[in-house]
């Protein structure tokens, strides 16, 4: 299973880019000519030299914020919330979730919060919520039960944010800025998850972030640029 992981996340980071931008080049290489000779295609050509260039320069500052943003805050708050990542085999917590999770368990034996809250849904291929999942897997690891509070609503890291703040403002009788939130997920994602939780009103937060194996990174920062894009734009 680990090697099938790695061998997937290898190929999307670098084998179908690498065969994307050959063709590019290809293409390139043996039309540059005849597009010099037709004004019409070469204008068209020069505007996408400059809109690439636009973009790769958006996407090297991007990848700077998400590298160089604060991980691994370890002030005591009052909540954790964990971020959800998905299930394995319908029902139990992928290498992702684990590694947040265990981040959790460690927050909480250092008493750097009091409750958890865990974040996320059922999706359509799973036996169980994530935030089910979640519960029984710290709870094996020796997490009391009424230390831990399940949102079992949300489908993607803006509604973790959202319906979390809904649940500790039930659980707490006070507003979500009044509340010091520490928010666990993976280190590719503290960035994005800090722009969300200010969207949704989180005035006190701080992250303290979980790793990856080291073949999961070049996809998953690539990718997370262009979520960071798409949560500024249309998350609300």
Not at 53 to 59: G, K, L, M, Q, T
Not at 120 to 139: C, H, P, R, V
Not at 159 to 175: A, G, M, Q, T, V
Request: charged residues 25%; hydrophobic residues 40%; proline residues 2%.
């Amino acid at each position: 299973m680990k090697i099938r992981y790695m061998l997937s996340e290898l190929w999307i980071a670098f084998g179908f880019p690498i065969i994307v931008l050959g063709i590019i080049i290809l293409v390139y290489y043996f039309s540059k000519k005849r597009m010099k000779k037709n004004v019409f295609f070469y204008k068209i050509f020069r505007y996408i030299k400059i809109s690439s260039c636009i973009i790769f320069i958006c996407f090297i500052i991007i990848e700077a914020l998400i590298i160089n943003y604060p991980k691994y805050n370890r002030n005591s708050d009052d909540y954790i919330i964990v971020l959800g990542a998905g299930l394995d085999n319908g029902g139990v917590p992928n290498l992702i979730l684990r590694e947040r999770l265990d981040i959790a368990i460690k927050c909480t034996k250092e008493n750097l919060a009091q409750y958890i809250v865990l974040s996320g849904g059922q999706g359509t291929d799973e036996s169980t919520s994530e935030a089910q999942a979640m519960s029984e897997y710290l709870q094996a690891k020796g997490i009391e039960k009424n230390k831990i509070i399940l949102e079992d609503k949300s489908r993607d890291t803006n509604e973790n944010l959202k319906y979390s703040k809904e649940k500790i403002e039930e659980f707490s009788n006070k507003s979500i800025s009044d509340i010091k939130v520490k928010i666990v997920t993976t280190d590719f994602h503290a960035f994005r998850s800090s722009i969300l939780a200010k969207k949704n009103g989180y005035k006190n937060f701080d992250n303290y972030s979980s790793t990856m194996p080291w073949y999961f990174v070049p996809s998953t920062y690539a990718r997370e640029s262009i979520a960071v894009i798409k949560s500024i734009l249309f998350d609300k």
